[in-house]
């Protein structure tokens, strides 16, 4: 036999504590530290996601704004190809005077200005065979470009219009002739252009048809603005760019684009 057989057996008690759990103030505190961690990473996670939207945004309005620019200059920088205003004046062509010059010089409506308003269609203009078609007789395709600003009618933002209208028609509708460019959801709140002669010298007198003809080198800029996000954060991008025209001015240098007698592929057609 165990001699620890005969000593009673004696319980332990348990803890006063073990038996007792959270109070109502225990568990207020928790819930009130809890909704507090919580309504942090909330708004944590909020900022960070209005913030990628802006950014998303922001990056689509500037590439939505560099397209439009690179469409503009691309077609600026062809002006002048194929004009020849010592034959295009005269019968059977009998072109109105916006098609004598690479820039527009003689046409009081379509002279160019630095900074066009949605007053009037003031912009810049000029003329070429633009896009150039191959295989077609020099000069028959000719047409005049240009770009000005409006008042959307559907978002109320001010927009890019590019006039196309064809030489042939020898008339100038500008309204008539103009499409929207820009993004109509992109307020496109200033377009400059500025002007500069071969020698680099900035062109100032843009109402003297000679001066306007010296114009070589036509600088562009764009400032865009939208708004974006749940409290309508303003965004603005600034673009611009410089463009040198291909082709001479043909008044000044009495210039004709030869014509090819070759077969089509001798001419590149």
Known sequence: MNRFDDLPLIRMPR?????????????????????????AIAILMGAAVQSKMISA???????????TLSWMSDRIRQAGVNVDPAVQK????????????????????MLPVTTPSTANTNGLYV????????????????RTIGYYLKTDAGTGNTVIMEYNEL??????????????LSNPKINVTQLTFSYYDANGNQVTNLTTASTIQGIQVIGISLKVQSTEGKYGKQTEVYL????????????????????????????GY
């Open 15 to 39: 803890r006063a504590h073990d038996q007792r759990g959270l109070t109502v103030v225990e568990i207020l505190v928790a819930s009130a530290l809890m909704m507090i961690i919580a309504g």
């Open 57 to 67: 945004g922001w990056s689509t309005d500037t590439q939505s704004a560099r397209i």
């Open 90 to 109: 005269l019968s059977p062509y009998s072109y109105t005077s916006r098609c004598w010059d690479r820039v527009v010089a003689q046409d009081a409506a």
């Open 127 to 142: 003329t070429g065979e633009i896009p150039y078609t191959g295989g077609t007789t020099p000069g028959t395709n000719l």
């Open 167 to 180: 030489c042939s028609t020898k008339t100038d509708n500008i309204s008539g002739s103009s499409t929207r």
């Open 240 to 267: 611009s760019r410089y463009v040198r025209l291909w082709d001479p001015e043909p008044t000044l240098n009495s210039w004709v684009e030869p014509t090819c007698t070759g077969t089509a592929t001798q001419c």
